[in-house]
């Protein structure tokens, strides 16, 4: 079964600095990937996906990211955050053979923004 | 448009009952699935269920069930509640046609308390 690793669970930062949040998935075989964003009491919002095509992948909110199929890994960077960028971070990922809209997530990061 | 909908947005029940949570996708999504939120076990799929049919199902003990109707609004259902069951409940829809990973659109959530 596909699994998805966040390594960090909380990245700090200062504003302005550029930032990564690391993910890893289990399979080599083809799969899509998914960046979501969570803001406090909220649902999840899609900041970018890739399906195939181009491994640099770019998102809303000035994020992205780049999918490595050799190190079956889709870090997410932003070159400088800003403090609105506070929030948890998912990596997702759907295999086609478990079904398209079944997501598996990562367990997330959390990305605290400090001025 | 209007996004995903999905009431009520808090619930707070006994364990032993049983719960329905209702979720109306964007307008025009004829897919839904949903996912369990826990600070434990994170973000887990539950179920989806394209044009009223169940898709495909997470792994999770018969008490949690669903159903969709002929409008693609969903419910789901928690039979005899345990405490381990307080989560939040998020919602996804996603466009026509289904037969690819497209991007899931999430709800705000319900955020369902055992007590």
């Known amino acids: 079964a596909q699994s998805v690793t966040q390594l960090d669970s909380q990245v700090p930062v200062f504003e302005e600095a550029p930032v990564e949040l690391r993910c890893n998935y289990s399979?080599?075989?083809?799969?899509?990937l998914f960046w979501y964003v969570q803001y406090p009491n909220q649902g999840l919002q899609l900041l970018l996906k890739y399906l195939s095509g181009s491994t640099l992948v770019k998102g809303i909110n000035g994020f992205e990211a780049e999918f490595n199929k050799s190190q079956t890994s889709f870090h997410l960077r932003k070159p400088s955050v800003h403090i609105s960028d506070t929030a948890e971070y998912f990596c997702?990922?759907?295999?086609?053979?478990?079904?398209?809209?079944?997501?598996?997530f990562g367990t997330g990061t959390r990305l605290l923004v400090s001025p | 448009k209007a996004g995903v909908t999905q009431t009520p947005r808090y619930l707070i029940k006994t364990r032993g009952q049983q719960v329905t949570l209702s979720c109306s996708p964007i307008s025009g999504h004829r897919s839904v699935s949903w996912y369990q939120q826990t600070p434990g076990q994170g973000l887990q799929f539950l179920f989806e269920y394209f044009s009223e049919t169940q898709r495909n199902k997470g792994n999770f003990p018969g008490r949690f069930s669903g159903r969709q109707f002929s409008n693609s609004r969903s419910e789901m259902n928690v039979s005899t509640l345990e405490l381990g069951d307080s989560a939040l409940y998020l919602c996804?829809?996603?466009?026509?046609?289904?037969?690819?990973?497209?991007?899931?659109?999430f709800g705000p959530g319900t955020r369902l308390t055992v007590t």
């Open positions: 996804a829809s996603s466009p026509p046609p289904s037969g690819g990973p497209y991007e899931q659109y």
């Open positions: 997702a990922v759907s295999d086609p053979h478990t079904g398209f809209q079944k997501l598996v």
């Open positions: 399979s080599s075989v083809s799969v899509y």
